[in-house]
């Protein structure tokens, strides 16, 4: 008997691979869609944040003559962000010289007299100072700490050492230093502790890609990028290649030759 011959079987026997098939592919182009689109979107929705909170900020101490939409049907964003970026930059020229320097240094004599505003304004220049001056090695290492128990690691930023008068009332004898724990996912906020220099495994990973780690909670390894993974795989063939060929090499030239 033919196959053709056959009746053709129930449907209600045939499995649903078809749908199956098409539900699995549907979810497949779209988790690539929200793959694809994910990350542009929060990046647009962040620079417009950003954009828009420093227009309001600025906007208020532009005359209404100097404003883009007292002459434009609509408003420009990011002209709030220019003013305020040629406004810091003609401080910084103006702050150089001696006179800048002297009308900054009656301010901050004059903040220095008011016993609430002196404290928040010196503690402020330092953070400042120590972030933004490029001179500093605050928060650009990274290490492990036995936190919060035994056999429990965390990453921390590792900061500046501590100053003379908090090193001596420490209680151990060994050299500590100030280490910042990121919380996951949000590593703006976390906390602030000293711990002995020996208890710190310090790794080699920069800041960016242990903020990156502790954002993703784990999800995002440093050096899971595939192009790195193949770099470092054709850097490791090319090594194998090249101790293939010294070994052949050798074993030409110690070969005895044939007696004839």
Known sequence: ????????????????????????RFRNYFLTGLVVAGPIAITFYLTWWFVTWVDGLVRPFVPITYRPETYLPFG????????????????????????????????ER????????????????QVFETLFSGKGSSFRRVGLVEFPSPGMWSI???????????????????EHISVFLP????????????????????????AEDAATLIMSCGVVQP?????????????????AQAARAANAANAGTLQPAKVE
């Not at 053709?8 to 539900?23: F, I, K, N, T």
């Not at 016993?115 to 010196?122: E, G, K, L, S, W």
């Not at 921390?156 to 060994?174: F, H, K, M």
């Not at 192009?227 to 850097?235: D, F, H, P, T």
């Open 183 to 206: 919380c996951a996912p949000n590593p703006t906020t976390g906390f602030f502790f000293y711990v002995p220099k020996s208890k710190i495994l310090e790794i080699d990973m920069s």
């Open 110 to 125: 004059l903040l220095g007299r008011i016993p609430a505003v002196r404290a928040i304004y010196r503690g402020v220049k």
């Open 76 to 107: 420009l964003p990011g002209s709030g962000l220019v003013i305020a970026v040629v406004a810091l930059t003609l401080l910084g020229f103006l702050t150089a010289n001696l006179i800048g320097r002297t009308l900054v240094d009656l301010g």
């Open 223 to 239: 050096g899971s990028d595939p192009q790195k993974k193949i770099a470092a795989l054709a850097a490791t063939a090319q090594a």
């Open 1 to 24: 008997m033919n196959p053709q011959d056959l009746p053709p079987s129930d449907p209600a026997d045939v499995p649903p691979e078809a749908p199956r098939g098409l539900m699995a």
């Open 156 to 174: 921390v930023l590792i900061s500046q050492s501590p100053s003379v008068e908090i090193s001596s009332r420490l209680p151990s004898n060994d």
